[in-house]
Protein backbone atom coordinates (compact mmCIF):
# COMPACT_ATOMS: atom_id res chain seq x y z
CA UNK A 1 0.00 0.00 0.00
CA UNK A 2 0.97 3.76 -0.45
CA UNK A 3 0.87 5.87 2.28
CA UNK A 4 1.29 10.08 2.65
CA UNK A 5 2.48 11.05 6.00
CA UNK A 6 1.59 14.72 6.28
CA UNK A 7 3.17 17.24 8.65
CA UNK A 8 3.06 21.55 9.59
CA UNK A 9 -0.08 22.91 10.16
CA UNK A 10 -1.15 24.78 13.20
CA UNK A 11 -1.95 27.94 14.49
CA UNK A 12 -1.00 31.07 12.88
CA UNK A 13 -2.45 34.72 13.30
CA UNK A 14 -4.07 36.15 10.29
CA UNK A 15 -1.17 37.51 7.90
CA UNK A 16 1.19 35.10 9.31
CA UNK A 17 2.84 31.93 7.20
CA UNK A 18 3.03 28.09 7.32
CA UNK A 19 4.57 25.31 5.76
CA UNK A 20 2.92 21.91 5.01
CA UNK A 21 4.70 18.69 3.73
CA UNK A 22 3.28 15.14 1.89
CA UNK A 23 5.84 12.08 1.80
CA UNK A 24 4.59 9.37 -0.22
CA UNK A 25 6.24 6.01 1.05
CA UNK A 26 5.61 1.81 0.93
CA UNK A 27 4.54 0.32 -2.52
CA UNK A 28 4.76 3.18 -4.67
CA UNK A 29 6.44 2.38 -8.56
CA UNK A 30 5.63 6.72 -9.72
CA UNK A 31 3.15 9.44 -7.39
CA UNK A 32 1.92 11.13 -10.65
CA UNK A 33 0.08 14.33 -10.02
CA UNK A 34 -0.15 15.57 -6.29
CA UNK A 35 -2.07 18.26 -4.62
CA UNK A 36 -3.54 18.96 -1.08
CA UNK A 37 -7.21 19.96 -0.53
CA UNK A 38 -9.25 21.30 2.52
CA UNK A 39 -11.92 21.23 4.37
CA UNK A 40 -13.53 23.14 7.02
CA UNK A 41 -17.17 22.16 9.33
CA UNK A 42 -20.05 22.21 7.46
CA UNK A 43 -18.34 22.40 3.50
CA UNK A 44 -17.44 20.01 1.12
CA UNK A 45 -13.90 19.48 0.79
CA UNK A 46 -12.34 21.41 -2.02
CA UNK A 47 -9.35 21.78 -4.11
CA UNK A 48 -6.59 24.10 -2.85
CA UNK A 49 -3.60 23.33 -5.17
CA UNK A 50 -2.07 20.34 -7.91
CA UNK A 51 0.94 20.11 -9.40
CA UNK A 52 2.14 17.37 -11.68
CA UNK A 53 5.49 15.50 -11.92
CA UNK A 54 6.63 18.70 -14.52
CA UNK A 55 5.88 20.84 -11.94
CA UNK A 56 2.81 22.64 -13.79
CA UNK A 57 0.46 23.89 -10.98
CA UNK A 58 -3.24 24.70 -10.64
CA UNK A 59 -4.42 27.35 -7.87
CA UNK A 60 -7.70 27.66 -6.41
CA UNK A 61 -8.66 31.32 -7.18
CA UNK A 62 -8.78 31.83 -3.09
CA UNK A 63 -4.77 30.89 -3.04
CA UNK A 64 -3.46 31.98 -5.52
CA UNK A 65 -0.57 34.64 -5.23
CA UNK A 66 -0.47 33.43 -1.47
CA UNK A 67 -0.04 29.89 -1.85
CA UNK A 68 3.11 27.94 -3.69
CA UNK A 69 2.68 24.08 -4.27
CA UNK A 70 5.95 22.62 -4.71
CA UNK A 71 7.48 18.97 -5.31
CA UNK A 72 10.62 16.56 -4.87
CA UNK A 73 10.02 13.98 -7.14
CA UNK A 74 13.28 12.02 -5.74
CA UNK A 75 11.07 12.12 -2.44
CA UNK A 76 7.87 11.41 -3.61
CA UNK A 77 7.04 14.33 -1.69
CA UNK A 78 4.86 17.52 -1.60
CA UNK A 79 5.03 20.86 -0.54
CA UNK A 80 2.60 23.68 0.52
CA UNK A 81 3.97 27.22 1.21
CA UNK A 82 1.18 29.33 2.71
CA UNK A 83 1.74 33.11 3.35
CA UNK A 84 -0.56 35.81 4.52
CA UNK A 85 -2.92 33.09 5.73
CA UNK A 86 -6.78 34.36 6.26
CA UNK A 87 -9.03 32.89 8.71
CA UNK A 88 -11.17 31.74 6.21
CA UNK A 89 -7.82 29.56 4.90
CA UNK A 90 -8.91 27.49 8.57
CA UNK A 91 -9.72 24.21 7.54
CA UNK A 92 -8.05 20.60 7.60
CA UNK A 93 -6.18 20.15 4.77
CA UNK A 94 -5.50 16.52 3.39
CA UNK A 95 -2.74 15.83 1.08
CA UNK A 96 -3.38 13.58 -2.11
CA UNK A 97 -1.29 11.54 -4.68
CA UNK A 98 -2.41 9.82 -7.62
CA UNK A 99 0.09 7.06 -7.74
CA UNK A 100 0.93 3.77 -9.47
CA UNK A 101 2.02 1.04 -6.86
CA UNK A 102 4.39 -2.11 -6.98
CA UNK A 103 1.39 -3.79 -8.61
CA UNK A 104 0.89 -1.60 -11.09
CA UNK A 105 -2.24 -0.13 -10.32
CA UNK A 106 -2.89 3.43 -10.28
CA UNK A 107 -4.89 4.64 -7.44
CA UNK A 108 -6.02 8.15 -5.89
CA UNK A 109 -4.78 7.90 -1.84
CA UNK A 110 -5.26 10.66 0.19
CA UNK A 111 -3.28 11.25 3.95
CA UNK A 112 -5.08 11.68 7.70
CA UNK A 113 -5.45 15.60 7.54
CA UNK A 114 -3.67 18.50 8.83
CA UNK A 115 -5.21 21.02 11.14
CA UNK A 116 -4.78 24.68 10.15
CA UNK A 117 -6.23 27.70 12.10
CA UNK A 118 -5.53 31.35 11.41
CA UNK A 119 -6.98 33.20 14.13
CA UNK A 120 -5.85 36.37 16.14
Known amino acids: QVQLVESGGGLVQPGGSLSLSCAAS????????MGWYRQSPGNERELVAL???????TYADSVKGRFTISRDNAKNTVYLQMNNLKPEDTAVYYC??????????????WGQGTQVTVSS
Open 96 to 109: NARATTTQYRTLNF
Open 26 to 33: GSILQAHG
Open 51 to 57: ITPESTT
